[in-house]
């Protein structure tokens, strides 16, 4: 009798264990599902437009959706995911400007309607928009290419109230002065002490610079435009003109440095501080650096010195 109080005992203790430790079911995971291009777009750029649109049409597909933890975000590991978004952003910049902020504004509205599946995702892949895009220090940055996304962050209903506001503000900023638009034109003091403006100054392209006396990064861009013969030969032959314009407020700073500034340059400071105060120019780091064609429309805008130099050198 005692032995078989004991066995009872043993199997309710074990169904009772049994019951209160359910094993958790398994992550569905899986590898980023890679994009298929209809065998009708042969032509390479047909396809790199066709890829750039369509990108993320599977892995934001809502008829099915992946585990999203503190590992994956639907299904996928976040760091294989985030190595994703980098292609994705790479392939932004070999379509058009347009057809790129296209892209974009079609992966916000997939993001958003999947977020309201899973609002982690959404947010995640919010996080790496303005790192990859709006950093000042990312090397892939575009405002251009931010700009749609930042806009409807601004009018979002998976976003807070209270940052929509702050999320207009700079979608306003990234619109200035956008690529394939006329620059805003402004007035300077030059070295020796003469009003210029920006549309004054005539030739094939200009390469403008919003730097500070100091800047370690703007005597690295120094050095690099000097050591690349091309570029000097195009600032000697005046086709063009490299216009270094200093925005802040410590003039007297500025006038101290002068002699280090190259002399083929035009340098000069923004003596009425138009530039911050009335918002022409969404300088966020320095140097900030554009380039104009001769009728002062914006080819590169706030672009990476790579970038700028390798336009430079590929006339």
């Known amino acids: 009798m005692r032995k078989d109080l004991l066995l009872i005992a043993c199997v309710l203790a074990v169904a009772c264990g049994g019951r209160g430790k359910t094993t958790p079911p398994a992550p569905q995971v899986r590898e980023f599902p890679t994009i298929e291009v209809p065998a009708v777009y042969v032509d390479q750029d047909e396809r790199l437009r066709y890829v750039s649109a369509h990108f993320w049409d599977r892995f934001l597909d809502t008829t099915r959706v992946y585990t999203t933890d503190s590992l994956h975000f639907n299904g996928v590991a976040e760091e294989a995911l ?14 058009p400007l347009q057809e790129g902020k296209a892209a974009v504004d ?5 993001a958003e309607n999947f977020g309201r599946k899973e609002i982690r995702v959404f947010n995640r892949l919010s996080e790496w928009a303005r790192k990859y895009l709006y950093d000042p220090n990312s090397p892939v940055r575009s405002e251009d290419l931010f700009q749609p996304w930042v806009q409807r962050l601004s009018a979002s209903p998976l976003v807070d109230p209270g940052l929509q506001q702050g999320y207009a503000w700079e979608a306003r900023m990234c619109a200035l002065n956008g690529i394939g638009t006329k620059a805003a034109d402004f007035s300077f003091t030059d070295t020796k ?43 000697r032959s005046g086709s063009l003109k490299v216009v270094d314009v200093y925005i802040d407020e410590d003039v007297a700073d500025w006038k101290a440095h002068i002699a280090e500034y190259p002399a083929d340059w035009i340098n000069g400071y923004d003596h009425r501080f138009a530039i911050r105060t009335e918002l022409l120019y969404n300088v966020r780091g320095i140097p900030s650096l554009y380039l104009l064609d001769k009728d002062k429309t914006v080819l590169l805008k706030d672009a990476p010195t790579e970038n700028v130099l390798q336009a430079l050198s590929m006339r």
């Open 82 to 95: 985030e190595d994703q978004f980098g292609t994705f952003v790479t392939l932004l910049g070999m379509v």
């Open 106 to 110: 079609r992966l916000f509205i997939q």
């Open 193 to 235: 002490g003469r009003r210029r403006t920006l549309y004054s100054i005539p030739a094939d392209r200009i390469l403008l610079i919003f730097g500070n006396p100091g800047c370690h990064a703007c005597r690295e861009l120094t050095e690099q435009m000097r050591a690349l013969p091309e570029v000097s030969a195009l600032i």
